[in-house]
Nanobody, 122 residues
């Protein structure tokens, strides 16, 4: 069992940056791939980024490449999402997820956090 808690969301101006954190509890965290997703009102959940359990490989959604960076610190049981050059249309609830084979699809993940709101103002 893995429990995930996101933090770091908030209000930011267009073009600004935020760093999200996802703290995990559970003994298998370091063996799980981790992912970030977001969901805006009335829209489907969207894949943002994923990282392997070891941190040696990452994968990004097309619109995030070059602006977002996923990383993890297994000693701290935490995964991060650095977001730069944020756009107003990226306002959404951002959630992290964990799973042994998780990658680019939400159905590949077993555990989910509650999410943190990110609001990008113009």
């Amino acid at each position: 069992q893995v429990r995930l808690v996101e933090s770091g969301g908030g209000l930011v101006q267009s073009g600004g940056s935020l760093r999200l954190s996802c703290a995990a509890s559970g003994r298998h965290f370091s063996s799980y791939n981790m992912g970030w997703f977001r969901q805006a009102p009335g829209k489907e959940r969207e894949f943002i980024a994923a990282i392997t359990w070891s941190g040696d490989s990452t994968y990004y959604g097309d619109s995030m490449k070059g602006r977002f960076t996923i990383s993890r610190d297994n000693a701290k049981n935490t995964v991060y999402l650095q977001m730069n050059s944020l756009k107003t249309e990226e306002t959404a609830v951002y959630s992290c997820a964990a799973g042994p084979t998780g990658w680019g699809r939400d159905n590949e993940y077993e555990y989910w956090g509650q999410g943190t709101q990110v609001t990008v103002s113009s």
